[in-house]
């Protein structure tokens, strides 16, 4: 009956055969098994803990194939959090030496299962590449995300903690889904007020149904939380009554959430306070909270995100604040340093504090949410960035220093490992305003586990568990995410171009932009230098020598305009507009064939969506659609204004076999997006 009905509605609609999703379920679509699959097979956990026994229901609930016997075994303590798995046709093994890895081993059986991968013979040892795989909400106390996308806050202050609201469970569920077991759930902008007695019982509610799922709370503090809320004379770290105030607000916080994780710290940075407001250097301030939180086991993530108006290079200053700094931080401080040294443009270089830093703890920090990247109307996929920054060799330990390998223990042993991505989460019922966006939730997850995965991989785990586990249509998809990343650096910003944004929000092109009275280091003249010679910003000996914060090895490569990867050549070094390319091609042109080559890729892009058309369920393909309309009219838009600007410097013409610009320069500079920009 069913089949019939769906024939004839075929011909009358003919792409309304699958049920609508609107992305809420995320990849987490599993459908509960029937009673007779549930009767025919035990699934055991030999743990007698909450976490364990969800590791269970959840297997109980949705595994459909043969019994499971879960062991929590504490001799085993170099899996970490992490899992083995071992089985055959009849009966499968897991063992873990913490009950949240019997979890995460549930949830790689049933993604295995979701992924249509065998399951009858099976041998898995799974270690987490990071100790603290950590998630930063941007999120204000008023419910607005900074930087956010996909709607208000999901954390109801005015209801916590009476109400819960189901949506917490479902966020520590997906987090757990993918390894996620930390979260800092406000605003590095921070508002002394978290530490309010107030909030923290309503913290305790969130950290309640964390817990279930193996997840800590961790919280981003103002550094004059001290003198705002308690009313010491100052928030000078080497204050005693300061201090006095940091412990008892410890202790306080301890008491409520016994598992806390600690602080994340944003001091002396875009005007946010810190030790330096009293003489005292970022190791003194970090040292002071550190040494409190010891006794708890918690930790201090200390951000290296740091730089002044001042003539020197923007890039060049976290580097040189913290590496004066190295050597002088608590063993429970760990650096936290963006992937870049400017501010998570769509490609940028590796920032030169990994490595240099020889005797502090760093990790990386990512940006999920698409501050620079089109918000959530663009699509894309963000693992390849990823992975570029984790891939990147540092040199500082002889080759093979990567980014991951320094940061994940294997070169620099570290009392705890940790990584940290921006989240682009929001109460949209998508979650993240954009069904593609998940994606980027999903792949952060998943290199914080394991940055071994490829992007590749990751994706089309994603897809099969998202979209359809259909070999035609997860190759499709991922031949778009695969490509809309550099997609997205060709329309905005090839060949090492950065930070030509609009002011303040930062979506849509403005390299014209030279806002009055506004900081020259947030201008994008700033950054691009454009004249009649050349565009690029020299960060060579004859220019910033930002490159003398590489190793010698790296640098050699970017310092030399001969040898520099042209995804950065703009970033080192001002280039004539007649320099012949590597292409062979003359520096205008090949900037001109960069754009246009974006705006193409978009287009395939559309296509390739296009084709799945009653092949994936209407809502979400619609939406997607949409999306994709938008975002093929801003890389057009980006094309334009960037090349009608740069050509006004250049002086010579688009090359003729490209597609002309339709808009006028003039018309795309009287553009004023209405954007909020959440502060
Ligand atoms: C939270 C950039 C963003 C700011 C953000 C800051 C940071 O400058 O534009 O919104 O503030 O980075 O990472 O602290």
């Known amino acids: 009956m069913m089949k019939i009905s769906c024939f004839l509605l075929l011909f009358i609609f003919p792409f309304s055969c699958i049920q609508a999703e609107d992305g809420s379920k995320l990849w987490l679509r599993y459908v509960p098994v029937s009673k007779e699959i549930a009767q025919s097979r035990s699934i055991t956990v030999a743990a007698e803990n909450p976490i364990a026994v969800r590791a269970q229901q959840e297997l109980i609930t949705f595994w459909r194939g043969q019994s499971i016997d879960l062991k ?23 063992v873990a030496n913490e009950p949240v890895g019997l979890l995460y081993a549930a949830y790689h059986l049933l993604k295995l299962q979701e992924t249509d991968q065998q399951v009858s013979s099976l041998k898995v040892e799974e270690i987490p590449s990071f100790d603290i795989r950590m998630l930063n909400h941007w999120d204000n106390l008023d419910r607005t995300v900074e930087r956010g996308y996909a709607g208000y806050s999901l954390w109801k202050w005015d209801e916590l903690p009476g109400v819960i609201s189901p949506r917490y469970e479902e966020y ?38 964390f817990r279930r799922y193996g997840i800590k709370i961790y919280l981003s503090v103002n550094f004059s939380s001290p003198k705002i809320l ?29 598992d806390f994780g600690g ?48 003539t020197e ?65 663009h699509l894309v996929y963000l693992a390849p960035l990823f992975k570029e920054t984790l891939a990147s060799d540092t040199y500082a330990d002889g080759a093979g220093s990567t980014v991951a390998r320094l940061t994940d223990g294997t070169l620099r042993p570290a009392r705890k490992t940790a990584i940290a991505a921006v989240a682009n989460i929001g109460d949209n019922i998508n979650w993240t305003g954009h069904h593609f966006a998940q994606a980027n939730w999903y792949a952060y997850g998943r290199l914080a586990w ?6 590749e991989q990751i994706a089309e785990e994603w897809i099969a568990m998202t979209f359809s ?11 778009i995410m695969m490509t809309s990343r550099e997609a997205a650096v060709n329309y905005m910003m090839p060949l090492g171009l950065h930070h030509i944004f609009a002011f303040d929000h930062h979506y849509g092109p403005e390299p014209w932009g030279d806002q009055k009275g506004g900081r020259p280091d947030w201008m994008p003249l700033y950054y691009h230098q454009a004249d009649t010679i050349g565009v690029g910003f020299d960060r060579t000996a004859s220019g910033s020598n930002a490159i003398s914060q590489y190793s010698p090895e790296v640098a050699n490569i970017y310092g030399d305009i001969k040898l520099c990867h042209d995804q950065f050549l703009l970033w080192f070094h001002h280039v004539p507009w007649t320099y012949t390319m590597k292409s ?12 246009d080559h974006g705006v193409m890729q978009v287009r395939d892009m559309q296509k390739t969506w296009d084709r799945l058309e009653g092949q994936v369920d209407q809502q979400r393909f619609v939406e997607v659609q949409s999306k994709l309309k938008i975002q093929a009219k801003d890389a057009v838009w980006w094309k334009d204004a960037c090349l009608l600007y740069f050509q006004t410097f250049s002086r010579r013409p688009i090359p003729y076999d490209i597609e002309r610009p339709v808009h006028e320069l003039e018309d795309l500079k009287r553009i004023k997006l209405d954007m909020k920009h959440h502060n």
């Open 172 to 209: 520590a569920r997906a987090n757990a889904s993918i390894g996620i077991n930390a979260t800092v759930i406000n605003n590095v902008n921070a508002s002394p007020q978290i530490l309010n007695t107030a909030y923290l019982a309503k913290l305790q509610g969130l950290a309640t149904v």
């Open 263 to 310: 602080f994340l710290v944003k001091a002396n940075s875009e005007g946010q306070p810190g030790p330096q407001d009293y003489g005292r250097t970022h190791a003194e301030g970090a040292n002071m909270l550190a040494a409190i939180l010891k006794p708890y086991q918690g930790f201090v993530m200390w951000r290296a995100f740091v730089y002044n108006p001042t």
């Open 584 to 595: 062979g091609r003359s520096l205008w042109d090949e900037l001109c064939y960069k754009y």
């Open 313 to 377: 290079d923007r890039a060049k200053q976290a580097y040189q604040e913290f590496v004066p700094l190295d050597g002088a931080f608590s063993d429970n401080v760990i650096i936290q340093i963006k992937n870049g040294p400017i501010d998570f443009q769509p490609r940028e270089p590796f920032n030169p504090l990994f490595g240099a830093l020889r005797k502090s703890n760093e990790m990386v920090e990512f940006q999920i949410t698409q501050e620079y990247l089109g918000f959530s109307n």
């Open 450 to 455: 394991n940055h071994q995965l490829s992007s």
């Open 72 to 94: 929590l075994d504490k001799k085993l303590p170099y899996l970490k959090d992490g899992f083995k798995i071992t089985g055959h046709s009849e009966r499968i093994k897991v």
């Open 469 to 479: 586990k259909d070999k035609s249509i997860i190759d499709a998809v991922k031949e």
């Open 230 to 258: 308690g009313g010491t004379s100052d928030s000078d770290p080497l204050n005693p009554e300061v201090i006095l105030w940091w412990k008892n607000k410890v202790k306080e916080i301890y008491q409520v959430i016994p």
